[in-house]
T-cell receptor, first 112, second 113 residues
Framework: EAGVTQSPTHLIKTRGQQATLRCSPI?????VYWYQQALGLGLQFLLW???????NRGNFPPRFSGRQFPNYSSELNVNALELEDSALYLC???????????FGEGSRLTVL | QQQVKQSPQSLIVQKGGISIINCAYE??????FPWYQQFPGKGPALLIA?????SEKKEGRFTISFNKSAKQFSLHIMDSQPGDSATYFC????????????FGSGTRLLVRP
């Protein structure tokens, strides 16, 4: 069974540009979570989507946004990129309301 | 109140020794406490998890000890092996509402041969 898949693996952007990251959850999982892992730091909660709706949001500015599609895949958009947005962005999925998250390998975003 | 504090930041253990990582939380509404293991270049993987209705859970060489009154929980790795060298994250969440995991800052474990 395929795990959580994320694309692209690496992405290099310049300050002010926009980045789009994609995530495909494990089959049967309807919840998708996005986390930011800056170098040497822990995982910071960004967004939670369930059944196509945003259910919860972490302490990040509005330029971090996303959506969940009818097939439960998800997209994270980061507008007006800043240098400090450079990080590993991790997507996780779970069955509805179980709390047991399965993570992908992440998309590494570098902002120059 | 949303924080989960994890210590130590790094840990070096000899092969065969016991690795102990501690976490503390403030929000008494948390009711699910997992530990994740992350190898370089990989996403975190669930290792073991506990609910507050039990004080200990063991899976192979990995044991979670939970102290509800002290709002602390810890991971013990018995007979530590070089293959256990990874970063370990504790986490906590509320299973009745947000389900989002709040992670500790991580512990980098190195097991020397």
């Amino acid at each position: 069974e395929a795990g959580v898949t994320q694309s692209p693996t690496h992405l290099i952007k310049t300050r002010g540009q926009q980045a789009t990251l994609r995530c495909s959850p494990i089959s049967g999982h309807t919840s998708v979570y996005w986390y930011q892992q800056a170098l040497g730091l822990g995982l910071q909660f960004l967004l939670w989507y369930d059944e196509g709706e945003e259910r919860n949001r972490g302490n990040f500015p509005p330029r971090f946004s996303g959506r969940q599609f009818p097939n439960y895949s998800s997209e994270l958009n980061v507008n007006a990129l800043e240098l400090e947005d450079s990080a590993l962005y991790l997507c996780a999925s779970s069955f509805p309301r179980t709390g047991e998250l399965f993570f992908g390998e992440g998309s590494r975003l570098t902002v120059l | 109140q949303q924080q989960v504090k994890q210590s130590p930041q790094s840990l070096i253990v000899q092969k065969g020794g016991i690795s102990i990582i501690n976490c503390a939380y403030e929000n008494t509404a948390f009711d699910y406490f997992p530990w994740y293991q992350q190898f370089p270049g990989k996403g975190p993987a669930l290792l073991i998890a506990i609910r507050p209705d039990v004080s200990e859970k063991k899976e192979g060489r990995f044991t979670i000890s939970f102290n509800k009154s002290a709002k602390q929980f810890s991971l013990h790795i018995m007979d530590s092996q070089p293959g256990d060298s990874a970063t370990y994250f504790c986490a906590a969440s509320r299973m009745d509402s947000s389900y989002k995991l709040i992670f500790g800052s991580g512990t980098r474990l190195l097991v020397r041969p």
